[in-house]
């Protein structure tokens, strides 16, 4: 796989999944190559005629109500009278009720989850669309170390992870629970990975994603580590076991 | 997890799985090629889903439903059509070679057709062209372009990564762009009204 070929990269620019500063790259390259820019066109063709021709269509008719009864929501022989068991439309709408008051704890996984959890996103997306995802850009960690100092009170754990596919981008000061706190910020191919560092707080029930983000997160020394990345788990596990397993450089 | 309390499974499956019911079928017609046969898909991934409800995360349902959906659909097409599954495990051969070797990735095709030939493609040709896409093209083409998932929910769907998400979809669509784009479709016996 070459990830930076622009060839590449135009689908998924034109699909609006590049960062903006590969779409800003890309869009130079599109300005600069006439043979890129027939192919944003054909590829844009190709999208359009899909979205006109193929449009979306329901489930078959009697789908759902096969379904239903193959699992008992509904009494097979009587599909259409109101029946003493509540159609799934009805059970919805309660689920909907009672996970909005709160009253049934069986409910409570549909819930949002820990607010750190959610905070460490958050910052990451907003990262993202910043024209900068860190305060201090540098691939040397002591740079990015000292940077801090001042900044927020203990100074955040920062290792080398290139030889592992994971170079350093720089760092930020990121706020959870209304303290700031750091944030390294790493890469893997084309994607940013966010480390909040936040000490004397303890991870509560561990999120795996948000929003489509991957979240990896781990207590070590009373410092709660939070990575959030659109990178596959797989990769964002690596990197967690990687940065865990590096020298505690100080 | 065993379901202790059933009232509670089939509520969270109403809310959770049918709800993206089209979605699930949508999915299951373009992988099994076959309206009738998408419905037993279908069918058959909803009592995997009411059974594995207790595991679901409440994060994405659509992309968990479609992922039960899309394993079913590849159980199907092992038992049907086996055919085109041996063809899966070649083509992830060929594509793995080819990015080892670098380069080439996506070499341009022989003919580059005018945008303005591609934007006029019927239904019946794209549908073609797409149902003669390997699998992994095509469920990957169809996740994004027909079903409007983004590379994430897709890399989740299929279980590869983000950069062969990009690279599959950027295939599939050169493949379509070719097959459209150059004139007659290779079934033309069968073309016309």
New interface residues.
Partial sequence: MTPTDPRLLVHAYLDGELDPAHALEIERQLADDPALAAERERVEALRRAIAEQLPREGAPPGLARRIEAAIGLRPVSAPARSSSRPSWRALAASVAVAAFLGSSATWLALSPGPADADRVVANHMRALMATQPVDVGSSDRHTVKPWFNGRIPEAPRVVDLAGAGFPLVGGRIDVVGRAPVATLVYRHRQHLISLSEVPGRTIAAPERQIAGYNIVSWTDDGVAYWAVSDVAAADLDAFAKAFRAAEPER | MGSL??E?D??????VV??H??????LARWLTGD?ADA?DV??EA??RA?RGIGGF????ARAWLLTIVRHAAYTWLGKNRSASLVMVDDLEAVEQKQ?SS??G??E?GPQ??E??L??????RR??AA?AELPVPFRETLVL????GL????I?EVTKV????V??R??RA?RR??ER??TGEPRGRARGGA
């Fill in positions: 309390n059933s509670d089939q509520a969270r499956f109403a809310s049918l709800p019911l089209a979605d699930a079928y949508a309206r419905e279908v069918q909803c009592l009411f995360s409440g994060v994405n990015a670098g380069g990735a996506l341009q580059t057709p945008a303005a591609i934007a006029k493609a019927d239904a794209l549908e797409i994004r372009d027909v079903q983004d590379y994430r929910e890399a990564p983000i950069g062969t990009m690279s979809l950027a669509r379509l762009i459209i784009g």
